[in-house]
């Protein structure tokens, strides 16, 4: 009897479909991390120099 209901809980596949998905969104999203944290980083960099740059510039009345 315990044979036949380990037997069947090893065919059993209903809890596979959802391992695959946890495991393909973790995929996913690490993917994701590995290509969004160093353009962020390096977007963050480009937008302080053009901050800078633009801070020195003059402009206006008085700056001419």
Avoid at 3 to 24: H, N, P, Q, Y
Avoid at 30 to 41: E, F, T
Avoid at 44 to 49: F, H, K, L, N
Wanted: hydrophobic fraction near 45%; charge should be positive.
């Amino acid at each position: 009897m315990m044979k036949l209901t380990v037997f069947k809980f090893w065919r059993c596949e209903s809890g596979a479909v959802t391992i695959d998905w946890v495991v393909l969104t973790a995929a996913i999203v690490g993917l994701g991390l590995v290509v969004v944290v160093p353009i962020g980083h390096t977007t963050g960099q480009g937008a302080q120099q053009i901050g800078t740059q633009i801070s020195e510039l003059n402009s206006g009345y008085r700056n001419n």
